[in-house]
Every structure is written in C-alpha cells, then in structure tokens.
C-alpha cells in the first residue's frame, strides 16, 4: 500500500483548501444563521460560490474516474483527502457539488441510468441546477435489512404505479430538489434480493405528499431536511426504472461504496478541525493557575485524538485503494470497517473537544455541536453500526473456516 497522495491530488488539496479559506470560513456563521432563519430557503451566496468553484475546476471531483466523460479524473484515494478537506465546514461539500445524497444518486444514474435519464436527470444534477434525494427507508419496517422495504411499484400499461410510506429522505424538503430515486417491490413473490426495483419519481408528481421534515437531535437541517414522504397512486412512465425490474438491490448495494468514503473522510476533517480548535482553545485559558493545556488530562486527550484520527484516517484510505483496484466486492470488508470505526471516533473526539470548551463547546458559536450531531446519526444512517459488525464478523468466519 502506497498512499503518497498523486501530484494531481496534492495540486487539488492545495486549490480546495485555498478556496476555503477565501470563500467558506469567512461565511460559515453567516451561512447558518441564514438557514435557521429561514427555513427552507437557499442562502444567497450560495449560487455564486458555487459558479466559482465550476469555474476554478473545484467541481464533482468525487465522481471516480471510471465513469470516463462524466468523471473529471480522480480516483477514490486521490478524491479522499479532498472531503476530508470540505469536512471541516459541514455544509461546504455542496459547494463543489459533492454532497449526498446527489453524489451516491449521480454515480447511480451514471452507471445505471439510459441516455434519456442521464439527458433529463444526470446532467442537471451534474451541473448543480437540481438536487436530489434518495427514498429507500419506510417508517412501518426495520429498513436497515432493505428486503423488509413494503412500498410497491406496479406495472400498468405503459406506466408504474407507486404506493408506500418512506421516512428521513434526506434533501426531500430543499426546494432545489427536483428528482427522488425511489426503491420499492416490482415482484414481492420472487426471490429475496430480486423483489426490489429503483424508479425515478420526479419532484410534484400528483401523489407525492411530502409530510413533513424530521428533527435530528431537534434540528431540522435546513434547507435539506430529512421528510416523510407519502406515495399514494403516483404514476410515472414506465421508462423511469433503472436498469430492469428485480435490480434493486443490487443497486443499492453499489451505491453504498464511494459513498462511505466520503462520508468517512468527511467526519475524519470535523475531528481534525474539533482537535485543532480544541488545541487553540486550550492553549488560551487558564484554571486554577495553570494553562488548561498542561493539565495532563488534556494532554491525553489531545494525544488520544491525535492517533484515533490518524488510525481512522490510513483506515479509509486503505479502503479508498482497495476499491480503485478491487471494486466494491474486493474492498467490502474494509468498507465496512470504516464506517464502524470513523463515526465513532469522531464523536468521541468531538465530544473530548466540546467538553474543553466547556460552555462554549455546546453552543452555536462554535461548529462543534453540528460535528457530533454528524458523527452520531452517520451512525444510523447507511446502515447502523451492528448491520456493518453483523456482515463484517460473519465474513470475518467465513474467511478463517477457509484458510
Ligand atoms: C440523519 C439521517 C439521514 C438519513 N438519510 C436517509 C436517506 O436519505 N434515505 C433513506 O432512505 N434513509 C435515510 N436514513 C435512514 C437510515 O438509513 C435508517 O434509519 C437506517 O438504515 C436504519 O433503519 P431503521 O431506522 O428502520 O432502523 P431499524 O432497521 O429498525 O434498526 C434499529 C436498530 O436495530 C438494531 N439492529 C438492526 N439490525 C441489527 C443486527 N443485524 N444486529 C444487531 N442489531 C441490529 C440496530 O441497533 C439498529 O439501529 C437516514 C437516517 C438518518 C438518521
């Protein structure tokens, strides 16, 4: 393993972070008490940096280099280093048009999509013009074993008919999003894992009823928010399937891959910007007589981040690799890994940040409290942590009986 980063990537890290500290930090604040003020509604900035950041060629990087016109070149690990970068501004990755859930729809629709759906819904979605979310996960079933999933999707004629109740569609409330890719049954009598389809279900189709936004830990994350969305009746062409009927699965399955890299890398830039503030902070006050950075306390924490980031972070590196030069299937198991390990480690190096700011740590004044609120439910969200433990462990025997 080698993972000198390319000159290609070092190059990009260098524009990404330059551009951050042009544009991103000095708005951050601004940005978020916009969102909170207005609900649903885009911040006024926002077009415009993305335009810069199209024009300085800091645009969909995330997209691997396989998917040759569409992709801009990069591979995984060259990528990487690159979220982890946006990470450290929670709502930056948009900007450069790498944020989920459009990233994991894109690779999707790339992959699987006809020319006429990556006319329609690629190429918009590619451009930043419209955004996207992704309806996998139904209020009434376990929905982290996606066979439970109950919302039908019917033939008729020359249409599909859908119906079933899906929650925590992420984007679902952004007035930008114009496109839901949707997973339901076409067959529920045949096999376990070809029961399921994907169909494209644009934004206001008649039947689609966007119930509300859920809370995350009482914030609602505007503007994207995370809705449940009732399907009742809604009739799309029959064109709108991806790939066939029974593919599913199979598709969920591989947009999952990248997608936890990003996630991953992500988290591990909020650690290491709640590491470096932590450090500031410490090294500025005094208790008792004494910098709060000598006590020696706060030195093992600080030293304990330290490692747990780095671990973390040559972790989803070496599963960034593994899938440049094994695909999804080689690198399962470290895909895996990651998204067991670096959730975790960033709470956990968070909540030591939050704790030595004290008050100030569980304030807005600060993007500590958002940090957290990421790691935790990255937890939950793209399967729990025991759905990952569950598969990870029994490959793990499974290997050992064949050696
Ligand atoms: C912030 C956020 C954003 C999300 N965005 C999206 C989105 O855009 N689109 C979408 O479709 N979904 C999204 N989700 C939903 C998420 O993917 C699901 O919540 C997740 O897959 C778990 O499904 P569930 O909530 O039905 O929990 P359940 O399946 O009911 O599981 C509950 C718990 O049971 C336990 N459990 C389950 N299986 C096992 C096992 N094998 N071994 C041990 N314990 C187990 C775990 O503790 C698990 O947390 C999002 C969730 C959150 C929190």
Redesign the pocket.
């Known amino acids: 393993m080698n993972f000198e980063y390319t000159e290609k990537s070092k190059a990009l890290q260098a524009r990404v972070d330059r551009f951050m500290q042009d544009h991103i930090f000095p708005i951050e604040q601004e940005y978020y008490e916009f969102v909170e003020e207005n609900l649903w509604q885009i911040f006024p900035g926002q077009e415009q940096l993305k335009e810069l950041a199209k024009a300085e060629g800091l645009w969909n990087l995330f997209l691997p280099k396989e998917y040759n016109d569409f992709s801009p070149g990069l591979t995984n690990l060259e990528y990487a280093p690159l979220a982890e970068l946006m990470g450290r501004v929670l709502w930056s990755s948009q900007i450069f048009n790498c944020s989920?859930?459009d990233t994991g729809n894109m690779e999707v629709l790339a992959k699987y999509g006809n020319s006429a759906q990556q006319e329609q819904w690629l190429k918009p979605l590619m451009a930043g013009k419209i955004r996207s979310?992704?309806?996998?996960?139904?209020?009434a079933?376990?929905?982290?074993?996606a066979t439970?999933i109950e919302t039908s999707i019917v033939r008729d004629g020359d249409e599909y008919v859908i119906n079933g109740r899906?929650?925590?569609?992420?984007?679902a409330m952004n007035p930008d999003t114009k496109i839901y890719v949707v997973?339901g049954k076409t067959d529920p009598t045949a096999q376990r894992h070809v029961q399921q389809s994907m169909i494209l279900v644009p934004a206001g189709t008649p039947g689609v009823k966007v119930i509300r936004p859920l809370k995350?830990f009482g914030a609602v994350?505007s503007p994207e928010g995370?809705a449940e969305v009732e399907l009742k009746n809604v009739r799309v062409p029959a064109s709108n399937l991806l790939v066939e009927e029974g593919s599913g699965f199979a598709i969920a399955q591989g947009r999952l891959g990248p997608g936890r890299i990003h996630h991953c890398m992500r988290l591990i830039g909020a650690a290491q910007r709640a590491l470096d503030l932590m450090c500031v902070r410490v090294a500025q006050r005094e208790t008792f007589g004494k910098r709060i950075a000598d006590y020696s306390s706060i030195r093992q924490d600080i030293a304990k981040s330290r490692c747990e980031i780095q671990q973390a972070r040559l972790l989803t590196l070496s599963a960034a690799d593994k899938i440049d030069r094994f695909g999804i299937k080689g690198a399962k198991d470290l895909i895996a890994m990651i998204k067991i390990v670096v959730p975790m480690m960033t709470c956990t190096v968070v909540d030591r940040a939050i704790q030595a700011h004290g008050g100030l740590g569980v304030c807005q004044d600060t993007p500590l409290a958002g940090f957290w609120l990421y790691g935790r439910?990255?937890r939950?969200?793209?399967?729990?942590?025991?759905?990952h433990?569950?598969q990870l462990g029994r490959n793990t025997v499974k290997s050992m009986m064949k050696a």
């Open positions: 989920a859930p979310a992704f309806l996998m996960t139904e209020p079933v376990a929905s982290s074993d439970n899906k929650w925590w569609s992420s984007g997973m995350v994350d995370h439910s990255i939950i969200a793209d399967g729990p942590d025991e759905v433990m569950y």
